[in-house]
């Protein structure tokens, strides 16, 4: 009895199927009585009657029958979707509650793997195990219960030495310098080649031991070679394959009297280049203004009742410095950066006094891209972890869309071409005709350019237009009437 009432009990609280489909289709055959289906008998009946030949064979009853039938069949499918989907829709509303487990669940254990890229574009995999522990008041102070262990891996690339390496980049390379095959025979890696790739590895350990943001993939394999080269008449070749990052620095009140005010005010613009000179006129550096705003700022913040202790010494070192800066601009001029065509050297490499191979400041180079060739100098100097960077005057010439937060070219298609030792000895102003017959001379010490291959002309953006001269009108004698 008891299970009679339990189940006329689970009858009464369930869904009442039954009955609302026995409603539907009673409302949609009601909908039927009063829809157009009358008019469509008639049309359908009028195309069937004007299909048959002859008319008079025609039995109008029977036709209209047929025509009734297939359009009450088409409606009772049609309101046998709409139950579907009725049903459908409380099934998904209602789901059926799980059934009661009769035994406990089983823990998750063993090895769960993953595999994703992080935002440097390093493949992150990763695996954690679960193992059976003891209860948690036990696992909880054993400190082997809940152990992170990180695992990078990083393959050091090896240095392009043959024509047929460098080739894989640029595939003119012999044709535009034909000697090169010959004096990559007696190449040598440079020692900067390692030293360049060991320090990307120390910088990728300190960072992996402190889980801090890692080089980028892309910085990490930014060099394809360096190398020394030696041309039979003793000239010294400093070759690099690498990609171009963009410099934006220096400034040079002499030629550019007025920068724009983002530039001026920036605390990240920097008005100096490892190429510096004494300054020719007394035009003041419009970076001066900038920095003078900002020692006043510091000032005003030193004085300020809240400023705490600590920024306060902070402040008077900044001071300090900017009044460095400003005695330095004062005195000096330097490489513009969106005007001069120059590349920047790892400082560590600026500095070595026992590498005769080692570029420095002020060095003439040949920089290639594709078939064309720019020269210019060494201009600045860069960090010691990553390679291949130029002014953005040189970077909008090899693609107009560069910026200082675009790189002209992000694959290692360029070659750096450097002749240790041939900087002028008195700095100066750019000189870019100067340059270039310069670093026609030093390709000529090494084989020369193949044919129909010539350097890149500069234009001096910064040069003063030559003065008009009006053309002189020969005066015309005014004839004398006779007297």
């Given at each position: 009895?008891?299970n009679?009432?339990a189940?006329?009990?689970k009858?009464?609280r369930?869904?009442?199927?039954?009955?609302?489909?026995?409603l539907?289709f009673?409302?949609g055959?009601?909908?039927i009585l009063f829809?157009?289906?009358?008019?469509?008998?008639s049309r359908?009946?009028r195309?069937?009657?004007?299909?048959?030949?002859?008319?008079?064979?025609?039995?109008?009853k029977?036709i209209e029958?047929?025509?009734?039938q297939?359009?009450?069949a088409?409606?009772?499918?049609?309101?046998e979707?709409?139950?579907a989907?009725?049903r459908?829709?409380n099934?998904?509303q209602e789901?059926?509650?799980?059934?009661?487990p009769?035994?406990p669940?089983p823990?998750p254990l063993?090895l769960v793997?993953?595999?994703?890229?992080?935002?440097?574009?390093?493949?992150?995999?990763?695996?954690?195990v679960?193992e059976?522990?003891?209860i948690?008041?036990?696992e909880?102070?054993?400190?082997?219960?809940?152990?992170a262990?990180?695992k990078?891996?990083l393959?050091l690339?090896?240095?392009?030495?043959?024509?047929?390496?460098l080739?894989?980049?640029?595939p003119k390379?012999?044709?535009i310098?034909p000697s090169?095959?010959?004096l990559?025979?007696?190449?040598?890696?440079s020692k900067?080649?390692?030293k360049l790739?060991t320090?990307k590895?120390e910088r990728?350990r300190?960072?992996?031991?402190?889980?801090?943001?890692?080089l980028?993939k892309?910085?990490i394999y930014?060099?394809?070679?360096?190398?020394n080269?030696k041309?039979?008449?003793?000239r010294k070749v400093?070759?690099?394959q690498?990609?171009?990052?963009?410099?934006?620095d220096g400034?040079?009140?002499?030629r550019l009297?007025?920068?724009?005010?983002?530039?001026?005010?920036s605390?990240n613009y920097?008005p100096?280049t490892s190429?510096?000179w004494?300054k020719k006129?007394?035009?003041?550096?419009?970076m001066?203004a900038?920095?003078?705003r900002?020692i006043?700022?510091?000032?005003?913040?030193?004085?300020?009742?809240a400023t705490?202790a600590?920024r306060k010494?902070?402040?008077?070192d900044?001071?300090v410095?900017?009044n460095?800066?400003?005695?330095?601009?004062?005195s000096?001029s330097?490489?513009?950066?969106?005007?001069d065509?120059f590349?920047?050297?790892s400082?560590?490499l600026?500095t070595?006094r026992?590498?005769?191979?080692?570029?420095?400041?002020g060095?003439?180079?040949?920089?290639?891209?594709?078939?064309?060739l720019y020269?210019c100098?060494?201009?600045?100097g860069?960090p010691t972890?990553k390679?291949?960077?130029?002014?953005l005057r040189m970077?909008?010439?090899?693609?107009p869309?560069a910026?200082p937060?675009?790189?002209?070219v992000?694959?290692?298609?360029?070659?750096?071409?450097?002749?240790p030792g041939?900087?002028?000895e008195?700095?100066g102003p750019p000189?870019?005709?100067?340059?270039?017959e310069?670093c026609?001379?030093?390709?000529?010490e090494i084989g020369?350019?193949g044919?129909?291959y010539?350097?890149?002309?500069?234009k001096d953006?910064?040069a003063?237009p030559e003065?008009v001269?009006?053309?002189?009108t020969?005066?015309?004698?005014?004839p004398?009437?006779?007297q």
């Open positions: 009895m008891g009679e009432n189940n006329s009990t009858r009464q369930g869904f009442p199927w039954f009955g609302i489909g026995f539907v009673v409302c055959f009601i909908g829809t157009d289906i009358p008019a469509k008998v359908n009946l195309a069937l009657i004007q299909s048959r030949q002859p008319a008079d064979e025609v039995d109008r029977t029958l047929q025509i009734e297939r359009l009450r088409e409606m009772e499918i049609k309101l979707r709409e139950l989907e009725i459908q829709q099934t998904e789901p059926e509650p799980d059934p009661e009769t035994t669940q823990l063993g793997s993953d595999v994703r890229k992080l935002r440097s574009g390093i493949p992150f995999k990763t695996e954690v679960f059976q522990g003891r948690a008041s036990e909880r102070v054993d400190d082997e219960s809940y152990v262990e990180y990078l891996k393959k690339p090896a240095a392009a030495t043959t024509i047929f390496d080739e894989k980049t640029n390379l012999s044709k310098l090169l095959p010959s990559l025979e007696k190449a040598e890696v900067w080649y390692n790739y320090n590895s990728v300190r960072d992996a031991n402190a889980l801090n943001e890692l980028t892309h910085n930014d060099c394809e070679t360096i190398l080269l041309a039979p008449n003793g400093f070759l690099m690498s990609e171009m990052d963009v410099v934006s400034s040079d009140g002499d009297p007025e920068m724009p005010e983002q530039i001026v005010n605390s920097q100096f190429y510096g004494p006129t007394t035009t003041p550096n419009p001066i900038g920095l003078e900002r006043a700022s510091a000032n005003t913040e030193l004085a300020a009742a705490t600590a010494t902070w402040l008077k900044r001071i410095e900017l460095r800066y400003i005695a330095d601009l004062k000096r330097y490489l513009i950066a969106e005007y065509p590349i920047v050297i400082v560590n600026l070595d026992n590498d005769p191979y080692a570029p420095k400041v060095d003439y180079a040949v920089v290639i891209h594709g078939e064309t020269p100098i060494v201009g600045d860069g972890f390679v291949g960077e130029a002014s970077a909008r010439e090899i693609n869309t910026s937060y675009s790189r002209p992000s694959d290692l298609k360029i070659t750096y071409v450097i002749f041939s900087a002028a008195k700095k000189d870019l005709k100067a340059w270039r310069k026609q001379a030093l390709l000529t020369g350019l044919e129909n010539t350097l890149h002309e500069w953006l910064l003063k003065p001269v009006a053309p002189v020969p005066a015309v004698e005014t004398v009437a006779p």
